[in-house]
């Protein structure tokens, strides 16, 4: 039975953990050969042990890379091409979320950190792997922003400000590039149940009382829970496929509606 990546591969960066971890199984799962780009070689090893169990069959380049670096991105562009010949798709994934602190205390060092990853590192993806689909006529783009990126969350200047410029972005290749046959969209998660959502609600209520502030961040959320990996990885998954080739210069929230209320 023919699946939606047969014959396809994609990139993946930050691939090592939450979000890229769970888009890389589900997009193994449909036939995709898959290129895991994360800065931590044992993260990766953890994401191909997943990825093998979840589809043995699955062809898996493992790359280590630091997405803010130029010379870095050029390499895990080239080398996958050298590897499976094509790129099909980017799930530009990669981001910290950074120190909480509130403007006026932010780190400036802190701030260019959060940029170069977040914002800096998707610039780098599609600036390298967009020559490719060009040439291939073909080929979609998923960039991370995040409901960071809709709209304000206090204390996370440096994340919120790397957001709303990658949704920008996003509609700029858009509008740039769709006469090639490529899509580039960006999803917006919100609360989404990863470590780097754990290690926030750490920050702010310690390791005794991150629960309960969990607890009480998504009691405001129309679906009254967190969202879950698996559910994001659906929709990147959608969004990579060709059932969506005419979803062009989209930001999509995932995040149980939370950023339409008042």
């Known amino acids: 039975m023919s699946?939606?990546?047969?014959?396809?591969?994609?990139?993946?960066?930050?691939?090592?953990?939450?979000l890229g971890r769970a888009v890389a199984v589900r997009l193994a799962s449909e036939g995709a050969a898959l290129s895991?780009?994360?800065?931590?070689?044992?993260?990766?090893?953890?994401?191909?042990a997943e990825v093998l169990a979840a589809e043995?069959?699955?062809?898996?380049?493992?790359?280590?890379?630091?997405?803010?670096?130029?010379?870095?991105?050029?390499r895990y562009v080239d080398q996958t091409v050298a590897s499976h010949g094509r790129i099909d798709g980017l799930y530009n994934n990669a981001g910290v979320e950074g120190k909480q602190n509130p403007v006026a205390d932010y780190g400036t060092e802190e701030f260019q950190r959060v940029i170069s990853i977040n914002l800096n590192g998707v610039f780098l993806g599609m600036k390298y792997t967009l020559p490719h689909m060009v040439k291939q006529g073909s080929g979609a783009i998923v960039n991370a922003s995040s409901v960071g990126g809709i709209r304000a969350v206090p204390n996370q200047v440096g994340y919120g400000a790397s957001k709303h410029a990658v949704a920008g972005m996003t509609k700029d290749a858009a509008i740039e590039y769709g006469q090639y046959g490529i899509s580039v969209n960006a999803i917006a998660p919100g609360?989404?149940?990863?470590?780097?959502?754990?290690?926030?609600?750490?920050?702010?209520?310690?390791?005794?009382?991150?629960?309960?502030?969990?607890?009480?961040?998504v009691s405001v959320n129309p679906m009254r829970r967190f969202g879950e990996p698996e559910e994001v990885a659906s929709l990147v998954a959608y969004l990579l496929s060709q059932?969506?080739?005419?979803?062009?210069?989209?930001?999509?929230?995932?995040?149980?509606?939370?950023?339409?209320?008042?």
């Open 3 to 18: 699946q939606r990546f047969d014959n396809k591969t994609i990139i993946i960066t930050g691939a090592g953990s939450g």
């Open 36 to 48: 895991l780009v994360d800065v931590s070689q044992a993260a990766l090893e953890e994401t191909r």
């Open 56 to 74: 043995p069959a699955t062809n898996t380049t493992l790359i280590v890379a630091d997405v803010s670096k130029e010379d870095d991105v050029k």
């Open 191 to 217: 609360a989404i149940m990863t470590n780097m959502v754990k290690g926030s609600l750490i920050q702010i209520g310690g390791e005794d009382g991150w629960e309960d502030v969990g607890r009480e961040f």
């Open 243 to 262: 059932e969506a080739v005419f979803i062009n210069g989209a930001v999509i929230p995932i995040d149980g509606g939370q950023s339409q209320a008042y």
